[in-house]
């Protein structure tokens, strides 16, 4: 069974940078894609970024270009998201994502075939 394990969020004035991580666990030398996706309060859960197995393409929404960088250790089975000049509007509960079975669009939750538990990044203003 596979295990997605979020870690980093919290508390950040607007502005600062902050770094949330996802560890995998349960299929040892899976290569999968993964992606990061946010819920805010009242709001739908969005696409935030994602990136190929190899960790050779990443894919950005538009609001997370230029502040918001995803990146991958295949070594820790361990996904990263590098967030800086963060803005009120980026509080929510952060998701990690994993896609093993199927190359759909990294850009949609179906994609994903498993799901962390989330955690929260709250940016203060």
């Known amino acids: 069974q596979v295990q997605l394990v979020e870690s980093g969020g919290g508390l950040v004035q607007a502005g600062g940078s902050l770094g949330v991580s996802c560890e995998a666990s349960?299929?040892?030398?899976?290569?999968?894609?993964m992606g990061w996706f946010r819920q805010a309060p009242g709001k739908n859960r969005e696409f935030v970024a994602a990136?190929?197995?190899?960790?050779?393409?990443?894919y950005y929404a538009d609001s997370a270009k230029g502040r918001l960088t995803i990146s991958r250790d295949n070594a820790k089975n361990t996904v990263y998201l590098h967030m800086k000049s963060l803005k009120p509007e980026d509080t929510a509960v952060y998701y990690c994502?994993?896609?093993?079975?199927?190359?759909?669009?990294?850009?949609?939750?179906?994609?994903?075939?498993?799901w962390g538990q989330g955690t929260q990044v709250t940016v203060s203003s």
């Open positions: 990136i190929s197995w190899s960790g050779d393409r990443t």
């Open positions: 994502a994993a896609q093993y079975y199927n190359g759909n669009s990294p850009f949609l939750e179906v994609s994903y075939d498993y």
């Open positions: 349960g299929r040892p030398g899976s290569r999968p894609a």
